[in-house]
């Protein structure tokens, strides 16, 4: 059974950083592109960040600079480290498991910024 289990959601003030983590299990993990996407009420889902197999990052310009994605393929586990957090980086975020035909996601951690 696929699990992609995310964790380290919270509140946030602006201007602060969070960390997130997603836990693969029941793939070959190495062999995926993972994904952080987001959505935030009354939008689509909107990809943050990905990480390919090899290793190299893409990522939403809103985030450029501010967001990075790593992985460890040792852990079976994405991280998503956010520093400078804005209000509109208010969402659920989401790990995402590729590897063409299958996809899998994670069910979602909840970010807040606010003061």
């Known amino acids: 059974q696929v699990q992609l289990v995310e964790s380290g959601g919270g509140l946030v003030q602006p201007g602060g950083s969070l960390r997130l983590s997603c836990a693969a299990s029941g793939i070959s993990y190495s062999l995926y592109s993972m994904g952080w996407y987001r959505q935030a009420p009354g939008k689509q889902r909107e990809l943050v960040a990905d990480?390919?197999?090899?290793?190299?990052?893409n990522y939403a310009d809103s985030v450029k600079g501010r967001f990075t994605v790593s992985r460890d393929n040792a852990k079976n586990t994405v991280y998503l480290q956010m520093d400078n957090l804005k209000l509109e980086d208010t969402a659920v975020y989401y790990c995402?498991?590729?590897?063409?035909?299958?996809?899998?996601w994670g069910q979602g951690t909840q970010v807040t910024v606010s003061s």
């Open positions: 990480i390919l197999r090899g290793g190299s990052a």
């Open positions: 995402k498991a590729t590897r063409y035909p299958y996809t899998y």
